[in-house]
């Protein structure tokens, strides 16, 4: 079964340092991995994906992401972060075998402190 | 071009109700997901339709039914409603039924059920 697990329910960083949200996941065959961010009552906004390729994958709002294949990470990486930053980030990962859905992490709440 | 969209926005009803809810995908996009959002369970995912057919459903009871119509129009339908039942109901759509294709999100339609 896919699964994806984001260990930190929330993570806290000073404007202007480097932030990482974490994401590992299991799937059948290759993944296809997906990063979201959502901001109070409003939808999934998309930020960057996966398919296959350059493993350092550039976003939106200058997110980045890192696949690495043998540690099944895809952690959401910026370089300096900004208060706007704040909000609830998703990984979701899909498998290219089988018949089955886009499965979500928990959710990680970012703050980035002024 | 118009992003998903998602009717109505708030919904107030009481247990044992039935409740529908409509989602219009952006344009030329032919797959529909739909999933709910709670604090404590997450982003579950219900349904995923692709011309008309569902392709793949979650693990929800059969009070939970969905349909899409010959314009990728989506609908979810609740019957006897239960207080669980309220959520964030999101619906997603995509240009195929690729499983690399970026699900774009709506706004959702927040359900409350007393």
């Known amino acids: 079964a896919q699964s994806v697990a984001q260990p930190e329910d929330q993570v806290n960083v000073a404007e202007g340092n480097p932030l990482t949200v974490k994401c590992t996941y299991s799937?059948?065959?290759?993944?296809?991995l997906f990063w979201y961010v959502q901001y109070p009552n409003r939808g999934l906004q998309f930020l960057l994906k996966?398919?296959?390729?350059?493993?350092l994958v550039k976003g939106s709002y200058g997110f980045e992401a890192e696949f690495n294949k043998s540690q099944t990470s895809f952690h959401l990486k910026k370089p300096s972060a900004l208060v706007s930053d704040s909000a609830l980030y998703f990984c979701a990962v899909r498998g290219n075998s089988g018949n089955t859905p886009l499965v979500f992490g928990k959710g990680t709440r970012l703050s980035v402190i002024a | 071009k118009a992003g998903v969209t998602q009717t109505p926005r708030y919904l107030i009803k009481t247990r044992g109700q039935q409740v529908t809810l409509s989602c219009s995908p952006i344009s030329g996009h032919r797959s529909v997901s739909w999933y709910q959002q709670t604090p404590g369970q997450g982003l579950q995912f219900l349904f995923e339709y692709f011309s008309e057919t569902q392709r793949n459903k979650g693990n929800f009871p059969g009070r939970f039914s969905g349909r899409q119509f010959s314009n990728s129009r989506s609908e979810m339908n609740v019957s006897t409603l239960e207080l669980g039942d309220s959520a964030l109901y999101l619906c997603?759509?995509?240009?195929?039924?690729?499983?690399?294709?970026?699900?774009?999100f709506g706004p959702g339609t927040r359900l409350l059920v007393l």
């Open positions: 996966y398919i296959t390729g350059d493993n």
């Open positions: 997603a759509s995509s240009s195929s039924d690729r499983y690399q294709e970026t699900q774009y």
């Open positions: 799937v059948s065959g290759n993944p296809y």
